[in-house]
């Protein structure tokens, strides 16, 4: 299942799955979490993971209203749901997501913590929560679902149906790029 635009229920996860890929991030910070929960998604490697489950945010000051107010209800929506944390960054904070509102486009430009300032961009037409939280995914580590390498086996990708400049959308991520913890194509665990 991909991530649809206006409804979070269509992300490829539960609020189980989550769980453990928090889990993951905490062992991978050196923590450790006494839960026994089901398997996460299609994810980024490890290596891409925030630091401590915290995501570091700025809000340009040309963000509408509207729209920072649903940035801070998308992030409390994750922190309600998983064991993230959204802390406003601080003039010493180099690794941070900053939420900008340039000319048109609903998009994060990375896929987990990359190093640096990160983009989410969010102009006309994004101003819904459902898609606040899915690119905020984004930043989190979530791809796409049908840009795992094994989505072939399950769909035939027609390239002609795609908009033009937009196949990119539907580029396979290599197998050493993902860790999707067993979980099969289109569904909501192992």
Same mark, same amino acid.
């Given at each position: $299942?991909?991530?649809?635009?206006?409804?979070?229920?269509?992300?490829?996860? /539960?609020? =189980?799955?989550?769980?453990?890929?928090? =889990? +993951? $991030?905490?062992?991978?910070?050196?923590?450790?979490?006494? &839960?026994?929960?089901?398997?996460?998604?299609? *994810?980024?490697? =490890?290596?891409?993971?925030?630091?401590?489950?915290?995501? +570091?945010?700025?809000?340009?000051?040309?963000?509408?209203? &509207?729209?920072?107010?649903?940035?801070?209800?998308?992030? +409390?929506?994750?922190?309600?749901?998983?064991?993230?944390?959204?802390?406003?960054?601080?003039?010493?904070?180099?690794?941070?997501?900053?939420? @900008?509102?340039?000319?048109?486009?609903?998009?994060?430009?990375?896929?987990?913590?990359?190093?640096? @300032? &990160?983009?989410?961009?969010?102009?006309?037409?994004? !101003?819904?929560?459902? @898609?606040?939280?899915? =690119?905020?995914?984004?930043? *989190?580590?979530?791809?796409?679902?049908? /840009?795992?390498?094994?989505?072939?086996?399950? *769909?035939?990708?027609?390239?002609?149906? @795609?908009?033009?400049? +937009?196949?990119? !959308?539907?580029?396979?991520?290599?197998?050493?790029?993902?860790?999707?913890?067993?979980?099969?194509?289109?569904? $909501?665990?192992?």
């Amino acid at each position: $299942m991909i991530f649809k635009y206006y409804n979070f229920s269509s992300l490829p996860i /539960s609020k =189980e799955q989550l769980r453990d890929y928090m =889990e +993951r $991030m905490d062992r991978a910070n050196g923590n450790s979490r006494d &839960q026994n929960v089901s398997r996460a998604a299609i *994810v980024d490697l =490890e290596s891409n993971l925030w630091m401590n489950r915290t995501l +570091r945010f700025k809000i340009d000051n040309a963000v509408p209203q &509207q729209t920072k107010t649903l940035i801070q209800r998308a992030m +409390r929506h994750w922190q309600e749901n998983t064991c993230l944390k959204f802390l406003p960054a601080t003039t010493h904070t180099q690794d941070y997501v900053k939420f @900008i509102n340039f000319r048109s486009g609903c998009f994060s430009n990375a896929i987990g913590q990359r190093g640096g @300032i &990160q983009y989410i961009n969010l102009s006309f037409g994004c !101003n819904h929560l459902g @898609i606040v939280i899915h =690119e905020i995914g984004h930043a *989190v580590g979530f791809w796409h679902e049908q /840009s795992r390498p094994d989505r072939d086996r399950y *769909v035939q990708v027609n390239l002609n149906n @795609i908009v033009p400049g +937009r196949a990119f !959308n539907f580029l396979k991520i290599r197998d050493d790029r993902v860790d999707h913890q067993g979980s099969h194509y289109d569904s $909501m665990g192992p």
